[in-house]
């Protein structure tokens, strides 16, 4: 995955839209996580704090940040014998 962006959705004067949000986190895993928040971030970067859409970005950088560094669980944390997903996170020890 890159983290060109598709060059309709920074065209000047496009207005940024929470849909233009919620496609990009549709791909979210850890591997992808940090790449997915970069164009979330380019792409509502010119946005009033108040927008919508920079609203949904800013939840969903937070949301990619621990899914990069933590992982995620697979089924119910409650569940025995599932383990996270590997995450960027580099190993203890």
């Known amino acids: 995955m ?4 598709h060059p309709d959705r920074l065209r000047e ?9 919620r496609q990009l986190m549709g791909a ?3 591997p992808f996580a940090l790449q997915l928040r970069e164009r979330i971030r ?5 946005l ?3 927008d919508p859409a920079r ?3 800013e939840r969903e950088i937070a949301r ?9 669980v697979r089924g119910h944390e409650a569940e025995p014998g599932l383990e996270p997903l ?3 996170q580099a190993p203890a020890g």
Request: charged share 25%; aromatic share 2%.
């Open 64 to 72: 990619l940040d621990r899914l990069a560094f933590a992982g995620e």
């Open 13 to 21: 004067g496009r207005q940024v839209t929470v849909d233009d949000v």
């Open 48 to 50: 009033d704090p108040g």
């Open 86 to 88: 590997p995450s960027l």
């Open 2 to 5: 890159s983290q060109a962006e």
């Open 55 to 57: 609203i949904e970005g």
């Open 42 to 46: 380019t792409l509502i970067k010119g």
């Open 28 to 30: 979210s895993t850890p």
